[in-house]
């Protein structure tokens, strides 16, 4: 049986791996377009790799994902993040989960992970080759032929599309024309601009709690946020541009948002801590006592918005005082205009559509023996490990070369 994995990324490298392992005497090759093999991998993370995340419950797992939850939760009972850990450890690298979930190699180093794969590859007999373009893909009598730049046209039984995310809907046109739906590609997983904010003073401060929603929309989030050069970024961002991206792509990344700096939603609760300070520490300055342990930068920028002077004392804010305050800390807004996203951790939503895919196995419901592995499906994550799980999973059963 010849396989063929077209991709050298993350999705099909453990593709190829798992159609190796589960079929040994295949022979299977993969093939990638660059010279360049992982990039995503080696990169992710701040260089660190990202591998997966520690959430154990399926649901919660599979809530993680705007485009693709009920899909992958049922692929999940094939293979999710438990498996994901014993199937590196078992092959020599042992992981780290931290305080927020995230799952990474304890090298703290994505070589350890591309090592990890390239090693795998060699001793299963897995043959890789670069600098392989396909330029023409057609089924026939069961089988499929590939035909590359050099011309040359080879037969293979069965193979995997591991081509990753598309930014725009060109570049998934030769699956179209197999006769798949493809969902319009949009991006996924950016940070917001802010070019009339003055907050992007702060470039540089972390809030570890906050809330945030996209006015006129459902969009709402939560967790860490980045202060930026260009405006905002972190988790709460980044989880609000993925389960917004359609959204927001249709609005021409123009909206404001809303920030709640202290992670409280009843504002009366904030109401009444503000008001024990007001009673307690009256005689401070402002500057000089901060609510809600906020970010010191931060405070003097709050009380900048207020319009107190900065000597103004707790004790003379008043009623009307105490109000402003907390309404700044619970429901402050902000005009975004723009997104920045990073080339190398690009994401995109859209893709094959799911409806064209059996989940059991990954094989197309309209070319027989062609499998989809990762992005290049219309499945997309917030950050956190989760992409690359969507790969790890839809690589493994993709690999298993299932017949429907």
Same mark, same amino acid.
């Given at each position: 049986?010849?396989? %063929?994995?077209?991709?050298?990324?993350?999705?099909?490298? +453990?593709? %190829?791996? =798992? %159609?190796?392992? &589960? &079929?040994?005497?295949?022979?299977? *090759?993969?093939? !990638?377009?660059?010279?360049?093999?992982? %990039?995503?991998?080696?990169?992710?993370?701040?260089?660190?790799?990202?591998? *997966?995340?520690?959430?154990?419950?399926?649901?919660?797992?599979?809530?993680?994902?705007?485009?693709?939850?009920?899909?992958?939760?049922?692929?999940?009972?094939?293979?999710? *993040?438990?498996?994901?850990?014993?199937?590196?450890?078992?092959?020599?690298?042992?992981?780290?989960?931290?305080?927020?979930?995230?799952?990474?190699?304890?090298?703290?180093?994505?070589?350890?992970?591309?090592?990890?794969?390239?090693?795998?590859?060699?001793?299963?007999?897995?043959?890789?080759?670069?600098?392989?373009?396909?330029?023409?893909?057609?089924?026939?009598?069961?089988?499929?032929?590939?035909?590359?730049?050099?011309?040359?046209?080879?037969?293979?039984?069965?193979?995997?599309?591991?081509?990753?995310? =598309?930014?725009?809907?060109?570049?998934?046109?030769?699956?179209?024309?197999?006769?798949?739906?493809?969902? !319009?590609?949009?991006?996924?997983? +950016?940070?917001?601009?802010?070019?009339?904010?003055?907050?992007? !003073?702060?470039?540089?401060?972390?809030?570890?709690?906050?809330?945030?929603?996209?006015?006129?929309?459902?969009?709402?989030?939560?967790?860490?946020?980045?202060?930026? &050069?260009?405006?905002?970024?972190?988790? =709460?961002?980044?989880?609000?541009?993925?389960?917004?991206?359609?959204?927001?792509?249709?609005?021409?990344?123009?909206?404001?948002?809303?920030?709640?700096?202290?992670?409280?939603?009843?504002? !009366?609760?904030?109401?009444? /801590?503000?008001?024990?300070?007001? /009673? /307690?520490?009256?005689?401070?300055?402002?500057?000089?006592?901060?609510?809600?342990?906020?970010?010191?930068?931060?405070?003097?920028?709050?009380?900048?918005?207020?319009?107190?002077?900065?000597?103004?004392?707790?004790?003379?804010?008043?009623?009307?005082?105490?109000?402003?305050?907390?309404?700044?800390?619970?429901?402050?807004?902000?005009?975004?205009?723009?997104?920045?996203?990073?080339? /190398?951790?690009?994401?995109?939503?859209?893709?094959? =559509?799911?409806?064209?895919?059996?989940?059991?196995?990954?094989?197309?419901?309209?070319?027989?023996?062609?499998?989809?592995?990762?992005?290049?499906?219309?499945?997309?994550?917030?950050?956190?490990?989760?992409?690359?799980?969507?790969?790890?999973?839809?690589? +493994?059963?993709?690999?298993?070369?299932?017949?429907?």
């Amino acid at each position: 049986m010849k396989v %063929a994995i077209i991709g050298g990324g993350a999705a099909g490298f +453990f593709s %190829a791996i =798992s %159609a190796k392992q &589960h &079929h040994p005497e295949a022979d299977v *090759t993969l093939l !990638e377009k660059s010279n360049k093999l992982l %990039a995503k991998v080696k990169i992710s993370g701040g260089g660190r790799c990202n591998v *997966t995340n520690g959430c154990r419950n399926i649901n919660q797992l599979a809530a993680a994902y705007p485009r693709g939850e009920m899909f992958l939760k049922k692929a999940f009972g094939t293979f999710n *993040t438990r498996h994901t850990e014993e199937w590196f450890e078992s092959r020599g690298v042992p992981l780290t989960t931290q305080d927020d979930n995230c799952v990474f190699p304890v090298s703290q180093d994505s070589q350890s992970i591309i090592d990890c794969f390239m090693n795998e590859c060699k001793k299963l007999g897995v043959q890789i080759e670069m600098n392989r373009s396909v330029t023409a893909i057609l089924p026939q009598n069961d089988q499929i032929h590939l035909t590359f730049t050099t011309g040359e046209t080879i037969v293979y039984d069965k193979v995997i599309i591991a081509t990753g995310g =598309s930014p725009k809907r060109s570049g998934l046109e030769w699956l179209e024309k197999l006769g798949h739906t493809i969902v !319009e590609p949009v991006p996924s997983l +950016f940070t917001f601009n802010m070019p009339t904010e003055k907050v992007k !003073e702060l470039m540089g401060i972390v809030v570890e709690k906050t809330k945030t929603n996209v006015q006129g929309t459902k969009l709402k989030s939560d967790g860490p946020l980045l202060i930026t &050069h260009w405006g905002m970024s972190g988790p =709460s961002i980044l989880k609000l541009s993925a389960f917004g991206a359609r959204i927001l792509s249709e609005r021409e990344y123009k909206f404001n948002i809303q920030v709640n700096w202290v992670n409280e939603q009843n504002a !009366e609760i904030v109401q009444t /801590e503000i008001r024990s300070i007001v /009673e /307690e520490h009256g005689q401070k300055k402002l500057s000089n006592y901060r609510p809600f342990l906020l970010p010191d930068r931060l405070w003097q920028f709050i009380i900048e918005k207020t319009e107190f002077p900065t000597d103004q004392l707790w004790g003379n804010i008043g009623k009307k005082g105490v109000n402003k305050i907390v309404e700044i800390l619970t429901n402050d807004a902000y005009a975004v205009s723009g997104k920045t996203t990073f080339k /190398e951790e690009f994401v995109t939503c859209g893709g094959v =559509s799911l409806d064209d895919i059996d989940v059991k196995s990954m094989e197309s419901k309209i070319v027989k023996n062609l499998y989809f592995t990762g992005e290049v499906m219309d499945i997309d994550g917030i950050t956190g490990g989760y992409n690359f799980q969507a790969a790890w999973t839809t690589g +493994f059963i993709a690999g298993k070369l299932i017949e429907n």
